[in-house]
């Protein structure tokens, strides 16, 4: 009996070969029935139509790596290539303190790890960063500014320091 139930409710016809009404709104990938009524749950077709989640522009920032192995942060632009930000932006790169830099139970090296990709993709350390070091600032206002920590990543400067 729940079995039959089951089939009934969540619209297991095309197994059963039987036919259903196509002109029934409720089975379209805007309701949240279509989703289990059809074989739209397996393509990506609902997420196109009904989308779980508008994202506001944001701005693409790469953490690029020169030739000496400093960070930078940039931006692409098709006509004026690789601009730095930084400055713009108000970025400040901030080391955390020796105290709090011992108590990191995962530390990351982005330079080391930049470097072993770049060997491995037979690319040089500055192409590879600028392809791989990609960062979307999703909350950016006029005025805010920022610090970076390679272990701690990019946040919204306040009054704390991570000292």
Avoid at 6 to 21: A, F, N, R, V
Avoid at 37 to 65: C, I, K
Avoid at 72 to 88: A, K, M, N
Wanted: with cysteine; charged share 25%.
């Amino acid at each position: 009996m729940e079995h039959f139930a089951i089939g009934q409710t969540l619209g297991c016809h095309y197994l059963k070969d039987e036919t259903k009404p196509s002109d029934d709104p409720v089975n379209s990938p805007k309701h949240l029935w279509g989703y289990t009524d059809d074989h739209w749950w397996m393509t990506a077709l609902p997420q196109q139509f009904n989308r779980f989640r508008n994202s506001e522009p944001g701005l693409n920032l790469y953490l690029v790596l020169n030739d000496s192995g400093t960070a930078s942060f940039h931006i692409y632009d098709r006509q004026s290539g690789w601009v730095p930000l930084e400055t713009f932006l108000d970025i400040q790169h901030q080391p955390l303190s020796q105290e709090r830099a011992e108590r990191l139970w995962l530390k990351r090296d982005y330079g080391l790890l930049v470097a072993k990709q770049s060997e491995q993709m037979g690319m040089d350390v500055k192409r590879t960063s600028q392809r791989l070091g990609e960062i979307n600032l999703s909350h950016h206002r006029d005025g805010n500014r920022y610090r970076y920590n390679d272990q701690l990543g990019l946040v919204k400067a306040s009054n704390d320091q991570w000292v």
